[in-house]
């Protein structure tokens, strides 16, 4: 007793009767059991149905401050107060507590409370949360710190972004301006070979005027003699003579008309783009171009034209000028031997259209070269050496090719590859067209 605090338990001792014999009083000191206790990191006490700490592993100085933690105003202070409700912990029915720490009270504690009836007291224990705060806290930091990269990371590629979208574009910018000074050399380079062949089949039509104009003076001497003739007819009355002359005479100048319409279109510049061409009309109004020609160098020309017409990609004229230039070589190659042939044949493959020009001539010295701007083999001013580097430029723009080679007979080949119009229904070798061979 007295002023130690103790714990007392007390039973009566009663005989086999029931009455009462005396008591049995057993003390326990609580100071001794404390001091045993002392040291746990956990604060461990115990309250009875008051709230009052019965016993507790710290020093008694601690009972009032633990005593109605929070709740009892009667406690003067009240150091121990719970924190705003932890989601976590709500779950589990559990609150933290935030003290005036101070070495002995942690200042965070976890508060877990186990009622004991058997003793009619609740058992208290709280858990110190500094470990756990300084290793969320450590988490937070690295979590930061994490974060911190990743921003850094994100905001350096966002940079890299920048600078790379900066470069492409000015690549981008210096991709177009070159591609602008492609075109416009493209362009250039375009209207050249446009003026190049123009000037080409202009000198062509030059080395033919001697021959144009004497095929058209004939017929208009023949029209004038035919016309005389008509009028001395007419005064004999021979009505019938007279008719027959005048007939003539509209054919004749039904020719003149032919040849100058097919000059006029050979000289025109043609600027369009390919169209649908009937091939056998090229071949046969190039032949009347060189008609002179051929019939003044005595060339024989095998050419048989198919039923129908062979329709290709390609432009009238400039087709032409492909051809004539092909039948003036010919005829150049062959100048000063006796016999002197030309065979020309149109050949109908499927996705393709050849035509094929042969020559009984002394054939190719260097085939390799034939194409190239500036080979001749002709004497200085007879050839300027463009004709074939001028045709190959016309057939690869409709899509074509055209090569050249020694014919295994002997002579030059030159063959001509177009692409048929579209739609075309070219005859094929089984509905009656096909070789022309001869
Ligand atoms: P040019 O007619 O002004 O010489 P081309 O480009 O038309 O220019 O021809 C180039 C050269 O190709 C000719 O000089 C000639 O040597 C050769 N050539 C072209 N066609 C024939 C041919 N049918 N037979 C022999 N050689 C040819």
């Excluded at 017409?309 to 087709?319: A, E, I, S, T, Y």
Aim: proline letters at 5%; charged letters at 25%; one cysteine or more.
């Amino acid at each position: 007793g007295g002023g130690a605090r103790g714990c007392y338990f007390t039973s009566a001792v009663r005989d086999k009767g029931g009455a009462i014999l005396g008591a049995l009083s057993v003390t326990v000191d609580l100071e001794a059991l404390e001091t045993d206790w002392r040291g746990d990191p956990e604060i461990i006490y115990f309250t009875d149905a008051n709230d009052v700490v019965f016993i507790a592993n710290r020093d008694t100085r601690l009972w009032r401050r633990l005593s109605g933690a929070g709740a009892d105003p009667r406690y003067g202070e009240t150091p121990l107060r719970p924190m705003p409700p932890h989601r976590s912990l709500e779950r589990f029915g559990r609150t933290l507590w935030q003290m005036r720490g101070d070495g002995e009270i942690p200042a965070h504690a976890l508060h877990l409370q186990q009622p004991l009836p058997v003793i009619g007291m609740t058992g208290n224990i709280l858990i110190d949360l500094s470990g756990v705060e300084q290793e969320a806290r450590l988490r937070t930091a690295l979590a930061g710190a994490a974060l911190g990269v990743i921003v850094l990371l994100v905001a350096y590629l966002l940079q890299r972004r920048r600078t790379l979208a900066v470069r492409l574009q000015v690549e981008e910018e210096a991709n177009s301006r070159l591609e602008e000074r492609v075109q416009k050399r493209t362009e250039e380079l375009k209207r050249t070979q446009d003026e190049l062949i123009q000037a080409a089949k202009l000198s062509a039509l030059g080395q033919m005027s001697a021959g144009i104009g004497h095929e058209l003076n004939q017929p208009l001497a023949a029209i004038q003699s035919y016309s005389e003739n008509a009028v001395i007819l007419l005064e004999r009355g021979q009505v019938g003579e007279t008719e027959k002359n005048l007939e003539r005479i509209s054919g004749l100048a039904a020719r003149i008309g032919r040849i100058i319409t097919n000059l006029r279109a050979f000289a025109r510049k043609e600027g369009e783009p390919a169209t649908d061409v009937d091939l056998v009309r090229v071949v046969e109004d190039t032949l009347e171009l060189a008609a002179i020609r051929l019939r003044d160098s005595h060339v024989r020309i095998h050419w048989t034209p198919p039923p129908a017409p062979v329709m290709v990609q390609g432009g009238r004229v400039r087709l032409q000028q492909v051809v004539l230039n092909l039948i003036t070589n010919a005829t150049d190659a062959m100048e000063g031997q006796a016999d002197k042939q030309i065979w020309i044949d149109l050949v109908l493959g499927t996705g393709k259209t050849w035509l094929e020009l042969r020559d009984n001539g002394p054939g190719l010295s260097d085939p390799e070269k034939i194409f190239e701007p500036f080979y001749s083999t002709k004497t200085v001013g007879d050839g300027m050496g463009l004709g074939l580097s001028i045709s190959y430029g016309i057939v690869q723009s409709f899509g074509g090719r055209i090569t050249g080679r020694n014919s295994p007979e002997g002579g030059a080949v030159f063959r001509m590859e177009l692409t048929p119009a579209k739609g075309a229904q070219n005859a094929g070798p089984d509905n009656g067209g096909g070789r022309n061979a001869l």
